[in-house]
């Protein structure tokens, strides 16, 4: 196995880890629960940690597939999408940390706050849906 597996196969982690948590910290605001909130706010967190190694094995495989795929700027693209991305991503998992956190445990963030982190996963799942649509142009050896 080389980075360009270790990146397709990984690439999918963080993807599902947000909509496995948006659905998560959906189900704890409706239903009130402060269980599921940490659950939910601690698999953001996760989530953006995956985030960021899925990127890093992206930058490695981008390095094994350079020469092999003659469209650079299709590399070049999708590493840019996902870098934005992965921004979003690890800026909403640093958010939902602290989020968890606030004030001091056992407290929870108000409301408003948890309904923003949870507007905000949707926009980070658009961005990584971009990025993975840019990625799906590149010819992998």
Do not use: K
């Not at 999918?12 to 998560?24: M, N, T, W, Y």
């Not at 959906?26 to 996760?46: C, H, I, N, Q």
């Not at 949870?118 to 658009?126: D, E, H, K, M």
């Amino acid at each position: 196995m080389n980075w360009t597996h270790a990146h397709l196969a990984l690439n999918h982690l963080p993807f599902g880890g947000l909509l496995f948590s948006a659905a998560a910290l959906s189900l704890a605001l409706w239903r009130r629960s402060d269980e599921l909130t940490r659950f939910g706010l601690d698999t953001l967190a996760a989530t953006g940690l995956l985030s960021a190694v899925a990127f890093a094995t992206g930058q490695a495989a981008g390095d094994l597939i350079a020469d092999a795929d003659p469209l650079t700027a299709t590399v070049q693209a999708h590493a840019d999408a996902a870098m934005i991305a992965m921004i979003a991503a690890t800026s909403l998992g640093t958010a939902a940390l602290w989020a968890r956190l606030y004030p001091r445990p056992p407290a929870l963030a108000p409301r408003p706050i948890l309904i923003a982190l949870l507007a905000a996963a949707g926009i980070c799942a658009a961005l990584m849906a971009w990025a993975a649509a840019e990625g799906g142009h590149i010819r992998h050896p």
